[in-house]
T-cell receptor, first 108, second 115 residues
Framework: ELKVEQNPLFLSMQEGKNYTIYCNYSTTSDRLYWYRQDPGKSLESLFVLLSNGAVKQEGRLMASLDTKARLSTLHITAAVHDLSATYFCAVEPTPLVFGKGTRLSVIA | NAGVMQNPRHLVRRRGQEARLRCSPMKGHSHVYWYRQLPEEGLKFMVYLQKENIIDESGMPKERFSAEFPKEGPSILRIQQVVRGDSAAYFC?????????????FGDGTRLSIL
């Protein structure tokens, strides 16, 4: 059974700081997703990572995938308040298996 | 080009009643997935359907829950004799008919509250 673990589950960080969220998964998979969810809202797709060594960047967020280590990271650079949300990683095969999420709060 | 449409957005039921949640996939999508999200948790897969077929229902509770995706109309997730533990957000996602299964597109969810 595929298990997906995220850490940390809660993260409070100051504006302007950098931090990394980790996503480990237990069995082979070659497709990993990162989603953002604001309170009471749906999931917004951030990144799809399809192969070992894949790196994608959008604004202050950068995601990478190491399929050998079964690890993905979501790196936040110079955090701003607007990044406050819950971030989920999810792993295929279909159906998706989600981590529990990392609740990020960016404070001034 | 409308996205995945779910209704109602909020649904309140008393214990023992039935809840019906609807999901219309994106245009051209014929794969539908239902997920449940308990408070402070990630999404958990429930069921995967294509038109008129249940492909994978390994995440569905054995009793009281059922899903369908008829030839015409939306996909329906039905919960009979609801209990307090059914309170959750239920999300539907869809993916394209052809080609590799790309990113699932999620609806805004139905928040079910059981009194």
């Amino acid at each position: 059974e595929l298990k997906v673990e995220q850490n940390p589950l809660f993260l409070s960080m100051q504006e302007g700081k950098n931090y990394t969220i980790y996503c480990n998964y237990s069995t082979t998979s070659d497709r990993l997703y990162w989603y953002r969810q604001d309170p009471g809202k749906s999931l917004e797709s951030l990144f799809v990572l399809l192969s070992n060594g894949a790196v994608k960047q959008e604004g202050r967020l950068m995601a990478s995938l190491d399929t050998k280590a079964r690890l993905s990271t979501l790196h936040i650079t110079a955090a701003v308040h607007d990044l406050s949300a819950t971030y989920f990683c999810a792993v295929e095969p279909t159906p998706l298996v989600f981590g529990k999420g990392t609740r990020l709060s960016v404070i001034a | 080009n409308a996205g995945v449409m779910q209704n109602p957005r909020h649904l309140v039921r008393r214990r023992g009643q039935e809840a019906r949640l609807r999901c219309s996939p994106m245009k051209g999508h014929s794969h539908v997935y239902w997920y449940r999200q308990l408070p402070e948790e990630g999404l958990k897969f429930m069921v995967y359907l294509q038109k008129e077929n249940i492909i994978d229902e390994s995440g569905m509770p054995k009793e009281r829950f059922s899903a369908e995706f008829p030839k015409e109309g939306p996909s329906i997730l039905r919960i009979q004799q609801v209990v307090r533990g059914d309170s959750a957000a239920y999300f539907c996602a869809s993916s394209p008919t052809r080609g590799p299964r790309l990113t699932q597109h999620f609806g805004d969810g139905t928040r079910l509250s059981i009194l």
